[in-house]
């Protein structure tokens, strides 16, 4: 059993975080599956997932911290195919993950107390940012003791 879910997240320009958390818990409690894996997947390339705390001074360290390892560049934005941003943003997003799993059991992300899923956007251009959630595992009735 499992489940396959696009999602969406509305992000600014610059470096944004935008908390996925709930996304992922009820693609979780959707797939009717009590034991398994969650996959969270952005398919951007300044774009990138990370597991931290829900506290403003984390994210906001973090963010300076991602732009003292890359710094913003004032460049004129590349002309690309895919229309993506410039090169630090591509950069800054390599720094975090653009896929991460989460186990689960009896229906329930097994995540630290202070952990939630943060989708990380580092692109110039405002936007939609789409992501991936797929559930795999065994439901209720395939289990055995």
Do not use: C
């Not at 580092?122 to 789409?130: L, N, Y």
């Amino acid at each position: 059993m499992g489940l396959f879910k696009k999602a969406y997240a509305n992000v600014s320009s610059g470096i944004d975080s935008i908390l996925i958390t709930h996304d992922v818990k009820r693609a979780a409690s959707e797939a009717n599956v009590t034991l398994g894996i969650v996959q969270v997947f952005v398919p951007h390339a300044n774009s990138a997932l990370a597991l931290i705390e829900n506290e403003a001074s984390v994210i906001e360290a973090y963010k300076k911290w991602i732009e003292v390892q890359v710094p913003v560049i004032d460049e004129k934005r590349p002309e690309r195919k895919s229309g993506s941003g410039r090169n630090h943003a591509h950069l800054q997003a390599q720094l975090l993950k653009q896929s991460i799993s989460i186990p689960f059991a009896d229906s329930k992300l097994q995540l630290g107390p202070w952990q939630e899923v943060f989708l990380f956007d580092f692109d110039d251009k405002a936007g939609r940012r789409e992501y991936f959630i797929l559930v795999s595992g065994e439901s209720p009735a395939k289990q055995q003791n």
